[in-house]
């Protein structure tokens, strides 16, 4: 098939990136054009890697002239489609894979300065060896990437303690849809001159430029861990032992994920080495995590003490302490295996879903009562990142329906837990952002007035609408 790019804007690239930052070979494109869970299908006209900032900045600049769109992607681990172009192959994958630098630690400082395709572990590694702590922890970070963690405004597990990656980044290089290169890489902690334009990248998806590297914030390495898993009653349970545990243990609660017994039990029938940490099943559980910068501090002490007022209060009602390190792995195990569990049930239905913590019991509660009443038998996966208010609260089929009737009902399942996110004023989408799942849904739930803010930002710094067109706003400009 040929190119609907011309030959001499494909020469102009290959000679700024070289034949190594070209993909064109039909089968070694495949990787870039579907996500990891296979739900998003794409085609390209070519995938672009460039190896510096310069030479990206001239690709942007050659396809912004030619009026040529493209589709930042880092690790493709993202789950609601923003890194897969549309199916048209006219737009050029910019991958950043290749732009791999840790560039600086200042460690006076407490910074990392790293380029955007740093893979998120070799990051945590770095960090490590330099005697720090970089606390941002996902399933995906093997594969994810900082720049996919920034555009996303990445979460994950230890953002309770230490914030999501908008508050762990203090500076940013951009390329902008036109080419030019804004270096923001200040590594400052303070600085009120004007608008703090970092934060307008982040969490932009790549809609409004590619960020190629940030200073991102160091902190203490943590040297002591206790890990629990513990059996709840119920979902209240969960908010009371999480106040109770926040009291006593303060800042050292790093994690509280809490998961329903279906989703244990997806992991347990899926996941290759798993098994029930505990005798019997219960309704919902938690997996708290503890950490201390000192050596040997007293956190299983602590901990224990906790569990103890908690079983008093029947908040708790069976619990495991993790006695090694190979225990503890294994139930984050637990914990991580979810996602990749879930996908061997079929479809599902992904909803990321934020509501005050007070209140996660309730939104359970009524939104797994409207579904049942609605679509008997479906299957609630709900599990997630408690201390932030943050459900996964994933559907999958009911047992023995097909995956096509069930996939016919997604907008209308959708509609049930937007609306019911909305009457508790939650946000729609917590963490994963819009992607192309989500624009249409968020231009109903959202304010139209944000929306509106949204578009004229969009229409200021993407005039020509090259940038990541079909994501975050339901159809490019319009
Ligand atoms: P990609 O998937 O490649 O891209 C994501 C978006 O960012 C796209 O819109 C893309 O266009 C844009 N983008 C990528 N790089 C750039 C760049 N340099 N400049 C501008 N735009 C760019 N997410 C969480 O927040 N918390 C979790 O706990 C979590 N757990 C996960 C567990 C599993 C098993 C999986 C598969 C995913 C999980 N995710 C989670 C989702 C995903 O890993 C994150 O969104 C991650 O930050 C994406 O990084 P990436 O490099 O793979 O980005
Ligand atoms: C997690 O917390 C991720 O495990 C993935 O955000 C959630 O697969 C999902 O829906
Ligand atoms: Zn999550």
């Not at 630690?105 to 998120?120: C, F, K, R, S, Y």
């Not at 490590?128 to 970089?134: D, I, K, N, P």
């Not at 230490?162 to 600085?191: A, C, H, Q, S």
């Not at 937007?418 to 249409?440: C, D, V, W």
Request: net charge negative; with cysteine.
């Amino acid at each position: 098939m040929s190119s609907p790019l011309s030959h001499e804007l494909i020469e102009s690239i290959e000679r700024l990136v070289g034949p190594a930052g070209l993909v064109r070979d039909p089968e070694l494109m495949q990787g870039y054009l579907t996500d990891w869970r296979n739900a998003y299908q794409g085609l390209a006209a070519l995938v672009v890697r460039p190896a510096s900032t310069e030479a990206l900045a001239a690709v942007v600049r050659l396809c912004h002239d030619a009026g040529v769109a493209l589709v930042p992607q880092g690790g493709n681990t993202g789950l609601c489609g923003g890194s897969i172009p549309d199916a048209s192959g006219r737009q050029v994958v910019l991958s950043l894979s290749r732009m791999k630098r840790i560039r600086e630690i200042d460690l006076a400082n407490e910074t990392i300065t790293v380029e955007a395709g740093v893979i998120l572990q070799h990051l945590q590694e770095a960090a490590s060896q330099a005697g720090r702590l970089f606390p941002l922890s996902l399933g995906a970070e093997g594969s994810c990437t900082v720049g996919g963690n920034l555009a996303t405004n990445a979460g994950g597990t230890a953002v309770l303690r230490y914030g999501n990656m908008r508050e762990l980044t203090l500076g940013l290089e951009v390329v902008l849809p036109d080419g030019r290169i804004w270096n923001g890489l200040r590594g400052l902690r303070k600085d009120n001159t004007g608008y703090d334009l970092k934060h307008l990248f982040i969490g932009s998806e790549g809609t409004l430029g590619i960020i190629t590297a940030a200073v991102l914030k160091l902190f203490p390495a943590t040297h002591s861990t206790a890990t629990a898993w513990v059996a709840l009653p119920s979902a209240q349970a969960a908010v009371d032992l999480i106040g109770h545990v926040r009291s006593l243990c303060a800042d050292r609660l790093t994690g509280f994920e809490m998961m329903s017994r279906q989703s244990l039990a997806f992991v347990l029938e899926h996941v290759a080495g798993c098994s029930d940490p505990l005798d019997t099943p219960h309704p919902w559980y938690a997996l708290i995590e503890l950490r201390d910068t000192v050596p040997d501090a007293p956190l299983t002490q602590l901990l224990e003490s906790g569990l103890s007022h908690a079983f008093e209060q029947g908040w708790v009602i069976d619990a495991v302490i993790a006695s090694s390190q190979a225990q503890a792995a294994a139930l984050w195990a637990l914990r991580e295996g979810i996602s990749e569990a879930q996908n061997h049930e079929g479809p599902s239905l992904k909803h990321d879903i934020s509501v005050p913590v007070s209140r996660i019991p309730e939104f359970i509660e009524r939104t797994d009562r409207a579904l049942q009443q609605d679509f008997p038998g479906v299957r609630i996966v709900s599990y997630g990142h408690m201390g932030d208010g943050n459900l996964h609260y994933n559907i999958s089929k009911p047992v023995g329906h097909g995956d096509a009737p069930f996939k016919a009902q997604e907008r209308a399942i959708m509609q049930v837990i937007y609306r019911m996110t909305s009457a508790f004023n939650g946000s729609i989408s917590a963490e994963h952002g819009l992607g192309q799942a989500k624009p249409a849904a968020a231009a109903q739930f959202k304010d139209p007035l944000e929306i509106e803010l949204m578009r004229a930002i969009k229409r200021t710094l993407d005039p020509a609408g090259l940038m990541n067109p079909g994501k975050v706003f339901a159809s490019g400009l319009e």
